[in-house]
């Protein structure tokens, strides 16, 4: 039996996601963004930002152009969404229309800007599942939320629990800005923004309202685009102090350095392995590895770190691959 069947019963389990969602405002940028990941591979999503990269007065044009560029050849793996304007703008449930009558069949994903409350998710995510089914798309597609107001800070175990929600995200400068200047605008960068601690609660209980319902938390952007330690830095933070399982990028210098940083050790990937292996051939139950004794509680743990290699591009033996993730 495969290990989301055994391990997971009853409960929501992660997406398989990657571990980097990369935004691009522009044509041109977004053309950009796709050529790298057809030579890297789907290791990456790709976000046409209907909101702050819409010019004002050309929102149309530019929801057009995003469902453009998801029916486009050059979008290959089908990994390409979009963020349409907040619930407080006149022209976000005609983002929605567009992109839903002339992409939503390709769409991966569409992310919710700035909600201040569940209530507006609940009025985004009807009014998308109306679209839907007008449209006769056949599908539902997956929500993601950013968290970047303090009514939506409260709500996030709430938000997070919404059917079709997959992903939420952390609008770090929204969130600081939003402080009337209480938080310095150092909490904007690093390390400020994993020291403050009203950032640093703000990070944690996102990250535990997501994955405490089979949701992805995904990290802020990192401002710096140049240096590759202190995007790498970043990163790990997010992911090893905070849980973050998935970050943006708004820059392709960042793309690797991020992706470095959000896979696990090639060590505890083979031990993943082996163990994954040995508990499948004896039916999940209890076996020994290494001198030390594991079971569900432990196969539950190397699973998701397995997937979590898997979504970041690291090569897996042919045999792991076959069992677990053959199609």
Not at 280 to 294: F, R, S, V
Request: net charge negative; glycine share 6%.
């Amino acid at each position: 039996m495969h290990p989301d069947q055994v391990l997971f019963q009853g409960e929501r389990t992660l997406p398989d996601m990657p571990a980097i969602d990369h935004y691009a405002g522009s044509e041109k940028l977004i053309a950009k963004a796709m050529d790298i990941q057809q030579q890297m591979g789907p290791v990456f999503d790709i976000t046409c930002d209907c909101e702050d990269g819409a010019p004002a007065g050309q929102e149309t044009a530019h929801a057009r152009m995003a469902a453009a560029m998801v029916m486009s050849d050059a979008n290959r793996f089908d990994r390409v969404g979009a963020r349409i304007h907040d619930i407080t703008h006149d022209h976000w449930r005609r983002d929605i229309d567009i992109l839903i009558e002339e992409a939503g069949q390709r769409l991966a994903f569409i992310t919710f800007p700035k909600p201040r409350s569940v209530a507006d998710v609940h009025e985004q995510l009807a009014y998308l599942r109306a679209q839907e089914a007008a449209n006769r798309t056949g599908t539902a597609l997956p929500v993601h939320v950013l968290i970047e107001t303090h009514g939506a800070l409260r709500d996030a175990w709430q938000i997070a629990a919404l059917d079709g929600v997959e992903s939420l995200d952390f609008g770090l400068m929204d969130f600081v800005s939003a402080h009337h200047g209480a938080i310095p605008g150092a909490a904007m960068r690093s390390p400020g923004q994993f020291e403050h601690p009203l950032v640093a609660r703000a990070k944690c209980e996102i990250a535990a309202a997501a994955l405490a319902h089979g949701v992805v938390p995904s990290h802020n952007v990192t401002t710096e685009i140049k240096d590759v330690d202190i995007i790498r830095g970043d990163a790990e933070r997010a992911r090893r102090e905070f849980g973050y399982l998935r970050m943006w990028s708004i820059h392709p210098n960042q793309i690797t350095p991020i992706l470095d940083a959000m896979r696990p050790d090639f060590s505890e990937v083979e031990s993943a392995v082996a163990i994954l292996t040995a508990a499948q051939d004896a039916h999940w139950g209890p076996i020994q590895h290494a001198g030390k004794l594991h079971d569900r509680a432990s196969y539950r743990y190397y699973w998701t770190l397995l997937k979590r290699a898997r979504a970041t591009g690291q090569e897996l033996p042919a045999e792991v691959t076959q069992r677990f993730f053959a199609d």
